[in-house]
């Protein structure tokens, strides 16, 4: 299976006369082998909106879609050979999840025996034997999930499509089914596009994650790329709990090493030979504003001073059972609201250990796990890209993706 979106755009008439929604700009995608592609995002990003121009339930205002080399832009969506599953898995209620199944077979007229023959694949496959001759209502969500997804399954379709299927679920539940989905995907021999809003779900199912924002592709990337080396200041703060830390900072070449001004005046040096590299235009010995990210698991509570401490101020403690957070903050003796704060501090700790609040700890950054972007309006990572060239937004950089997506979008 093979697919690929260049420059793919969806534009809604809003509700004044001539208003032009754009839920979806320029989404660019190819994969060429199975993969477990996530769209992930906040909320009305246009990953739904993406899907469903995929699935044809929604028209391509612009770019196009192929599929196996064949552009589908007008093929309906019955003849598109997908199938899809929905947060509100929609089993017909009077049916058994057996006819449930066999419905969109027998509708495409194939044989009963063969309609047997993939059922009990199917079945076999989601470990729901059991439920064959059961009605949604007997069933619980989970199974009712498991059903819909049966249902997907036997229509033996090119691409599966997922909006969400867990979203309904209770949180243990949803774990559980996370699991089955990934080794459903293992099993099968078809790629799956997967949409949600959980960056926990995106990292531990996807085998490449497409996060978006405001309709416009942030980074497509490995989850380990993704967890590493984030392009923006956006996709570094939407991956990862709790989320990053992020400080105004300024940095200044110094011989070979950057010097990082933390708030509170607190001094960071590090051997430029132990980051990324960084763009040139910040090298140059002037001082350059900037933003620093360090995640709350890259910051390490020590003993006592050293020329790489800081001192700062505790101010709660959370106790999570396997890990505890430490919230502090850079400003001493000040009484802060920790969520208004531009110096405060997450630290996420593996041991259970109490900090009382106002308690005067020193910490140290991981220099390895710094990252750095731009303070403008892009946020942009300071990092060269692999590549080496100023970054694009909306450029893939996984090499699965072909040549051609990689072009400037069409006018
Ligand atoms: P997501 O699935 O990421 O939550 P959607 O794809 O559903 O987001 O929606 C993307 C954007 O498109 C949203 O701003 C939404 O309000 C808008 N949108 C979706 N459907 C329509 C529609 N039929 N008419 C106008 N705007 C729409
Ligand atoms: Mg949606």
């Known amino acids: 299976m093979e697919l690929k979106l260049i420059n793919v755009s969806k534009i809604y008439k809003g509700k004044k006369k001539n208003e032009e929604v754009v839920a979806v700009k320029d989404f660019n995608l190819s994969i060429n082998k199975k993969e477990f592609v996530v769209f992930v995002g906040p909320s009305g990003c246009g990953k739904s909106t993406t899907l469903r121009m995929i699935a044809g339930l929604e028209d391509i205002s612009k770019g196009e879609l192929y599929m ?17 599953v929905f947060q509100n898995y929609a089993l017909y209620p009077h049916m058994t999840a057996y006819q449930n199944m066999a419905f969109g077979l027998k509708n495409m007229h194939i044989a009963k025996d063969e309609i047997d023959k993939r059922i009990n694949q199917a079945v076999k496959i989601l470990d729901i034997e059991h439920l064959l001759h059961r009605k949604p209502k007997a069933m619980s969500g989970g199974e009712r999930q498991r059903v819909a997804l049966g249902r997907a399954i036997v229509r033996t379709p090119r691409l599966f499509l997922l909006d969400e299927p867990l979203s ?46 405001k309709g416009i592709i942030q980074q497509i990337d490995r989850p380990e790329a993704l967890y590493d080396f984030p392009k923006n200041r956006f996709v570094a703060g939407f991956i ?8 105004e900072v300024t940095i200044k070449k110094i011989r070979q090493s950057l010097q990082i001004v933390l708030p509170e005046n607190n001094v960071l040096l590090v051997a430029l030979k132990d980051l990324k590299k960084i763009k040139d235009k910040y090298l140059d010995g002037q001082e350059h504003k900037a933003i620093l990210g360090i995640r ?25 059972g396997s890990e505890t957070l430490v ?15 531009t110096s405060s501090i997450v630290i996420k700790r593996y041991e259970r250990d109490v900090f009382l609040a106002k308690q005067k700890i020193f910490i140290k950054f991981g220099k390895k796990k710094i990252h750095l972007f731009s303070n403008d309006e892009k946020e942009e990572t300071i990092y060269k890209t692999e590549d080496g060239e100023t970054s694009n937004n909306n450029k893939p950089s996984l090499n699965v993706l072909s040549e051609e997506v990689i072009e400037e979008s069409s006018k």
């Not at 552009?71 to 969506?77: A, G, S």
């Not at 990862?240 to 400080?247: A, C, E, L, R």
């Open 68 to 84: 196996d080399g064949e552009l589908m832009n007008k093929v309906e969506p019955k003849f598109r050979n997908v199938a899809m």
């Open 168 to 213: 309904n679920l209770d949180a243990k539940l949803r774990a559980q089914m996370r699991v089955e989905i990934t080794k459903l995907y293992e099993k099968l021999d078809t790629p799956f596009i997967y949409v949600t809003h959980d960056q926990v779900e995106a990292m531990t199912m996807g085998t490449i994650i497409v996060v978006m924002r």
């Open 240 to 247: 990862g709990t709790p989320q990053m830390n992020f400080y």
């Open 296 to 320: 709350p698991e890259h910051i390490q509570i020590v003993e006592s001073a050293d020329k790489d401490t800081f001192q700062v101020e505790t101010s709660i403690c959370e106790n999570l």
């Open 327 to 341: 919230y502090a903050d850079f400003a001493l003796g000040k009484d802060l609201n920790i969520r208004e704060s």
